[in-house]
């Protein structure tokens, strides 16, 4: 156990911060970073580092950090990396805190700068000095005014506090992001640049943040998780401390290009699994990170969506855009309200019965779009119990400042997300500054209005899944048999699947005609065949199954016709029928834990790639949630007049594979079936083929 | 046929425009016309019309358009619609060329607005007399700097000459645009509201402005077309002339919610048949207006794509953002490009071997991204055979500005799209005024940049279509067999496609379960009942569908089991199998002519919505490149060691079903093929059902 000099919020908050290397020269490194923290008002002790200069800034410099005559939190390192080394020891054998380490080309440049990061580590930990980076951009603590920082992000003039902190594993990208934070009036708490992450991590910083009292909303740019089992632990600890967590991960266009050896390795990969883990967790998972700040600020300044799954009012003077704003929704998963007849009736005070209809043009407001009208509706839009939010696409229209400014009464007034979204570009301006000055959020793009929804939608829906109870064991669900290591047979991963319930087609392995055809008979015709190996994963690339066998004479026909390889016998099965095929799978990722998966089977699986993956042990509803996301979902709720399908034992059998996967943990590598026919309601399903790994070792 | 006093060149460029209502007072329509007339420099005759004023604005004012002593070639007016009638008529009276009338509530406001639109309309088509609107914003004529509009984007200091022509049904959504231009240094020939169209409409100024020398790229926003014939015919003309046409059709989202009867008919609804038609046509259909205008900015300002299909470079100085523009690459259908061995040599000069890689972090260049290195890889990547494009994501970085004018001149010589993105807010405001002032474009977010890229790709694929040779009739494709009017049977509509040469399933017509037996004798067991009734259109939701019936005793008790509606016969039909189901489908789209569809078939096509129309008749080769955008298209290709199907024989059915949408033409209402069964290469394929409906009469 390591004793630390210093504890994170001092980190982040210090006391006195030494900056070495400063200099009077904002177009160096150190020069910025001790020009910032004066231009932004840092409060604390500024301890200027400089052998050649008596006076840095006005500030008395000191010839080296060990000649400080006073504690020092953080030293702040923008040295040239062939410095480093000696610059930290002198920083532990003074008692530094922490090291803020800018300098780059450590672990971020291959095997030597590797070395040297871990070496720069260990003087660190030797001493209980913690820190940041290296090839990190600092903190920015805005609730405290001290920017430790070199990022020409400081330029601006005015860095604002509120709600957002923000963590992130590259420091330009932050930089950029509380820009455009602070374009749109966000505030924030602490954004932390973690870099390396030699030492102190991205899970450290998310940990801290949730404890904070200045942070309401959290938002990561994680491209690897060092510990990645920290992670879901923290974001439920985030949810229950009522604070939104966001986050970017990169890496999600890799993720799919890995070639796989069985589906659901290649289906509920690594990015998958951390989507899995988000939605669990109640995280909201971006794709832009432009997108996740406007969200986090959307979080962090406007009520709340209601609950999951509303619809939205899309309102405005023109129809253009509220058409093409409309037009745009389905792409983005999200939909119109329907209007509630009180809602309808109010609007018919104002318009035409012919326009009372979302999106909503105030432009055929009877009285040429009164503030008393587009209030009264905004009002009864926010009392309907199928509007969510509100979507005011402002176009270039007169009074716009004044227009705009009637916004954030009525959204505080209605307890709803309004996302008010200035289309226009500087000619919209003023109607910016309006909003700014009260404190209340806008974006430039209806695009963008629309991700911040979804990721509002995720918000909520991940709120309301902290209410449910913990997944319960159904009957009969294990314990598992004893299992080999490495590939199981089709018959061995059946009886695993058949000991937790889930329904699997009868089999009898036979090892000549005979036997298959006695087996045959006393399964009933007709009867599939099926070549079982351990070395062959896809029997149907092999031409080992020979599926509809109508007597005995067909059997031996089939039985004659298999490839001449070599096998452990031939399984002889009944010929189950559904109306659908799904593919439900299993697996272990290090670090998150048990998955289980399941999508449209068949040959269809790998094309649609239309999956849900989600952490095991799975709740009924959890399941059913699952395939009520797929594209197939229709097909299964019962599509253009055909049967419903039995829905009830799709779910059973996910939730029974769920606690396969939890019970044998990492010992599971991963477990396919595929298909399984799913029949009409009350006929059941049953897997008609199974595979799985099992790790050798008990581990 | 009408004579006009003036052509349409004199309506965008008048030389003398008639202000209606002029006004000192610019918070009145009237008195922002005149003004921003004035401000933005109207070079010509500017005749302010009041009968309460000596002057406006310092020209002497007009008590009516009757007492001006000139030749008015345009007036503007913004008048209570109470005064609009008479207004025209003075304008008629006094013989002006042309009336632009933002005055609204007319058609756009039912029935009685309507009329009196119609009677405004009247009195201008008796005199000669044309219009633009009513309930339009005017236009702004930026090439010869008459700006004939109250639209508030033109408080902007500067409105920017240059190539983009724009015709919108949305004047607000027009302003909007031209503000969002402007932000981004375009430059605009002309923009035209065109408000309800009651004389010109939108083709009439999309034709305009195929032949206007000063419009380079042409914007549309359409929200109905007056007249859809002429619209195709305009775009084909546009791409002949080198101009790219992009489009954003309002609508989109309400086209899937029509109930339709047929699945052709709700799969191609005008939504699709509007973008096939864009397709064919080599226009550009955008879903976002204000991507749409940064797309136009691109084609204008920036070199083409050399031709679709090649990949992207993203090269910036943050890892984090160059990674996660990649991320976001596959969602807007991109891809990185593979580069070639030439350009990784010129990489390896300037950064390790394992930062050799796309997308690029120049933060890993050994010599601190200089600009010669950086200027090096940007050559080598435009001279990569598989990079089309290069996206720059440029974050918060010392020296924005300097760094961010090397662009243009880099994209100047490597003759390929450099899509420039600042992705800070205000900080990287230097940036953007640098390549302002080198006109250079420049985008604020990725996913506008990706959305654009996606643009340029459509107008690439676009321009290779047009070098295409017309279709040509295959052998044996028709004539068709007289059909008589209305649901055609199962047994019709199968022998229109076989006139065609489409294959069908072989099939007799039986009345009574003996001749059912011995057709089913005839074709061959196993064999398909289907009991046939103009009444029906899915017959498999009835129960008359029975499948896979191996012998005759299975024909007898099926026929029995027949449920009891009045049946025209029962169909005796071979049992057909195939690897993959396909829906083809043919109608007729009034205004845009016969259209094809292709998708994945059978219980799915409704789900999954995997359809591509085009409109007929095809060329073999867009056959097949429908197929290809599928989403079923690796099932045919051969996926996952699956046999490869037989393409040619889809293609071939395709091309023969477009033949008969082109000879039915309006006579066709709609033709499903579905499913097709698809085989094996060399297998063929087969429709194994077939609907059509014809309308009655020969017109």
Request: charged letters at 20%; glycine letters at 10%.
């Amino acid at each position: 156990m390591i004793e630390h000099r210093i504890c994170l919020s001092r980190v982040v908050n210090p006391r006195s911060v030494a900056v070495i290397g400063a200099s009077d020269d904002v177009g160096k490194f150190g020069g910025r970073v001790i020009h910032y923290l004066i231009k932004h008002g840092y409060p604390g002790r500024l301890l200027p580092i400089n052998p050649n200069r008596a006076t840095i800034r006005g500030l008395p410099a000191y010839p080296g950090i060990g000649t400080v005559p006073e504690p020092v939190d953080v030293a702040i390192l923008a040295v040239p990396v062939a410095h480093l080394l000696r610059q930290v020891e002198d920083c532990a054998a003074a008692g530094v805190g922490a090291c803020i380490i800018i300098t780059g080309k450590l672990a971020d440049a291959g095997a030597e700068g590797a070395a040297l990061q871990d070496r720069v580590l260990e003087v660190a930990r030797a001493a209980g000095m913690r820190l940041v980076g290296p090839n990190c951009l600092g903190i920015f603590n805005m609730t405290d005014a001290a920017m430790l920082s070199s990022s020409l992000v400081l330029e601006a003039e005015r860095v604002k506090p509120g709600g957002i902190g923000m963590v992130s594993q590259s420091g330009a990208l932050m930089g950029t992001l509380v820009s455009v934070g602070l374009h749109h009036g966000a505030g924030f708490s602490r954004c932390i640049s973690v870099g390396n992450q030699a030492d102190l991590e991205l899970c450290d910083f998310l940990d801290f943040l949730i404890d904070d009292p200045a942070t309401r909303v959290i938002a990561l740019y994680i491209e690897g998780l060092k510990d990645p089992a920290r992670f879901a632990p923290l974001l439920r600890r985030a949810r229950a401390a009522g604070k939104p967590v966001l986050c970017v991960k990169a890496g999600r266009s890799a993720a799919g290009a890995q070639a796989a050896r069985s589906h659901t390795a290649s289906l509920a990969g690594s990015f998958a699994a951390f989507e899995a883990v988000c939605r669990e967790a109640g995280a909201v998972l971006c794709d832009d990170p432009a997108v996740m700040v406007q969200a986090a600020d959307a979080l962090d300044r406007l009520p709340r969506l209601p609950r999951a799954g509303m619809g939205l009012a899309v309102i405005a003077s023109s129809g253009g855009s509220t058409v093409t704003t409309a037009d745009m929704l389905p792409a983005h998963g999200l939909r119109l309200g329907e209007m509630a007849e009180a809602t309808r009736a109010e609007l018919r005070r104002w318009m035409p019965e012919s326009h009372v209809h979302l999106p909503l043009d105030t432009g055929s407001f009877d009285d040429g779009t009164s503030e008393d009208g587009l209030s009264a509706c905004m009002r009864s839009f926010m009392a309907d119990p199928d509007i969510g939010a509100v979507v005011v696409p402002m176009t270039t229209q007169p009074a716009m400042a004044a227009r705009a400014a009637l916004f954030p009464e009525l959204c505080r007034q209605g307890g709803r997300p309004v996302l008010f979204v200035m289309t226009a570009a500087e000619v919209g301006d003023a109607a910016r500054q309006a909003l700014r000055a009260a404190d209340f959020p806008f974006l430039d793009r209806v695009a963008d209005s629309l991700a911040v929804l979804r990721a509002l939608e995720a918000e909520s829906a991940g709120r309301d899944r902290a209410a449910l109870p913990p997944p319960e064991r159904p009957p009969g669900a294990g314990p598992a048999p004893a299992l080999p290591g490495g590939a199981l047979t089709e018959a061995e991963a059946k009886s695993l699947a058949a000991a937790y319930g889930v329904p699997v087609t009868r089999g009898v392995l036979a090892q000549d005609a005979d036997a298959a055809v006695a087996a045959a008979e006393a399964i009933g015709f007709p009867v599939v065949l099926k070549g079982v190996s351990r070395a062959v994963v896809h029997k149907s690339d092999l031409g080992l199954v020979k599926l509809n066998l109508a007597d005995a004479a067909a059997v031996r026909a089939a039985f004659a016709a298999l490839p001449d390889i070599p096998l452990d016998g031939v399984l002889v099965q009944e010929m189950a029928r559904g109306e659908a095929e799904l593919i439900l799978g299993a697996r272990h990722e290090p670090g998150f834990g048990p998955l289980v998966l399941v999508g449209t089977g068949g040959v269809l699986v790998e094309v649609l790639r239309d999956v849900q993956v989600a952490p095991a042990p799975l709740r009924p509803a959890d399941a059913e949630a699952m395939l009520r996301r797929l594209a197939l979902w229709p097909v299964l709720a019962g599509v253009r007049g055909r049967p419903a399908l039995d829905v009830a034992a799709a779910v059973d059998a996910l939730v029974r594979l769920s606690w396969i996967a939890a019970d044998l943990g990492p010992r599971l590598v991963e477990m396919d079936l595929n298909p399984i026919l799913l029949r009409a309601v009350g006929g059941g399903a049953v897997a008609v083929d199974a595979r799985a790994t099992i790790h050798g070792d008990d581990a």
